[in-house]
Each structure stands twice: as structure tokens, then as C-alpha cells.
């Protein structure tokens, strides 16, 4: 029997662990070829769709960003009939137009991580994909994403670059203006590889960020500390208009 439809996947990030407005709720957490994901995901309705919600770091937030299996994550995802991915990313904002609170649907990517696996061809004799990645994110799920917000009267920042750093620290200054030189206009942890093996597995695949804090140096007081008591408040302030968006989608 085949798995009943999903119509969105929804992998939270930093501060979203859970999405209440789920209903009629039912966990599942597949095993996959590449391992388990980071906990179990949570399917049920909202605003009349199917919607799976998984935490990425682990619903008690557990797993720094280079120790996620991205993955076993989206296998499990798409093993339960999802075929649409909306990754929601808390990030650093490293221009104007992405302040705290914000929240952007970015339309490009720079990848600055290393040492995490980033590819489903890994396995002696599997098939060496060279996928096609010159526009990132998939351009009709980041039109829906687009349309939701503004049938929701949320307010969505359309465009952007994400840059993806290792992490678990946060960057210095001098890392921030190089990231800004490059064209990055936001900053996470873990927008890569999620993004390319989305790609290589086949899924749609579109990120909303939303915008904890100034990254290091880039806010109006050069001399600000990011403490994760400001991103976490910041999230919860940027995340009101979620459940009406996801529904939307
Ligand atoms: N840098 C990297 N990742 C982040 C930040 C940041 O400033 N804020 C939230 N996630």
C-alpha cells in the first residue's frame, strides 16, 4: 500500500521544535538506507492540508548542526509520501533588508560548510549524480510559499542569498563582511547539504528564514552580543504568522 499524500513537509529549525496547530496527530519515524532522522515526525492537519513536521536538531534540541543526518531526514520524509520540502531555517540577517524578525523565502545559496556529508552517491556502485543547482531552491514551491504569505498577510522578504557556515559557533566579524563581499545576505548552519540532497533526492525543496539576530557586526551596535535568549525571543515574535502561511502553502 502506498503512503498517503503529504502535501507539505515542514523541517523546523532553532526554536521551532514543534508545531501545536498540528491536529489529529500521528508519529512516525522511519528507519532509512542512510539511518534514523532526528526524531519522530509528526503528521497531521492544518488549514484542511496534510502536513508532516520534523525537528531537525531533535525535539529537544540535540543535535548541532554538523551532526544532523540531513540525510536520513529527508529519506524519511519522502518514505511517508512527501514530495514538497519548506525547511524553516533561524538565521543571522547580514543585510538591510533582513533585520531581526524578518522572515525571507531566499532564492540563492552559498555553501561554507565542510566535512558533513552532502551526497546520496556515496555507496560503492551507486550512480554518480551531477545535478543541476544553478537556482537552489524549487522555483514553484518558493511561488506557493510566496503566495501563501501574502493570502496570510504575512509579511515575506522575496530573494535573498543564504550563506551556510559550519557552526556550532557563531561567526566572527571579519567572517560576516567576507559572507556580505560573497553576496550572502543571511546566514545558518544548516541550509547545506539539506538543500542540494533535496535535489538529488528528487524533492521539491524551498527555505523560509527567519531572522534571529544581526549577524556578528552587521547591526546598528557593531559591539552587540547574540545571546540565544534574543534568537530564541526573536523566533517565537517571527514565527506568529507560521501556522496561517503553512496552511496556506
Ligand atoms: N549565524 C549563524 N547561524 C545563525 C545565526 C547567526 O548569526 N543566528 C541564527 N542562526
Redesign the pocket.
Known amino acids: 500500500m502506498s503512503a498517503p499524500a503529504i502535501d507539505l513537509a515542514v523541517i523546523g529549525g532553532?526554536g521551532l521544535y514543534r508545531l501545536a496547530e498540528l491536529q489529529d496527530v500521528q508519529s512516525q519515524q522511519p528507519e532509512t538506507r542512510y539511518g534514523a532522522p532526528s526524531g519522530p515526525i509528526r503528521v497531521g492537519t492544518l488549514g484542511g492540508r496534510r502536513i508532516a513536521f520534523l525537528a531537525r536538531h531533535g525535539e529537544g534540541h540535540s543535535l548541532p548542526p554538523h551532526q544532523i543526518n540531513y540525510r536520513a531526514n529527508l529519506a524519511a520524509l519522502q518514505a511517508i509520501g512527501a514530495r514538497r520540502v519548506l525547511a524553516l531555517n533561524?538565521?543571522?540577517g547580514i543585510t538591510e533588508r533582513f533585520g531581526p524578525r524578518v522572515l525571507a523565502c531566499p532564492d540563492q545559496l552559498i555553501d561554507y560548510t565542510w566535512g558533513r556529508i552532502s551526497t546520496i552517491c556515496e555507496e560503492p556502485g551507486s550512480e554518480v549524480l551531477h545535478v543541476d543547482f544553478g537556482e537552489p531552491y524549487t522555483r514553484s514551491l518558493r511561488a506557493a510559499v510566496l503566495a501563501a504569505a501574502a493570502q496570510a498577510s504575512v509579511a515575506l522578504v522575496d530573494g535573498g542569498c543564504y550563506g551556510a557556515?559550519q557552526?556550532p559557533r557563531?561567526?566572527t566579524r571579519a567572517e560576516i563582511l567576507r559572507m556580505r563581499r560573497d553576496g550572502c545576505d543571511l546566514?545558518?548552519?544548516t541550509g547545506m547539504p539539506e538543500a542540494g540532497l533535496a535535489r538529488e533526492l528528487g524533492l521539491d525543496y524551498a527555505c523560509l528564514a527567519i531572522v534571529?539576530?544581526w549577524?556578528?557586526g552587521a547591526g546598528p551596535d557593531p559591539d552587540e552580543v547574540?545571546t540565544l535568549q534574543d534568537?530564541l525571543d526573536n523566533v517565537a515574535a517571527a514565527s506568529a504568522g507560521l501556522p496561517a502561511l503553512l496552511g496556506a502553502v
Do not use: D, F, K
Open positions: 532553532t533561524t538565521v543571522g557556515t557552526g557563531l561567526e546566514v545558518g548552519m534571529a539576530n549577524a556578528a547574540i534568537v
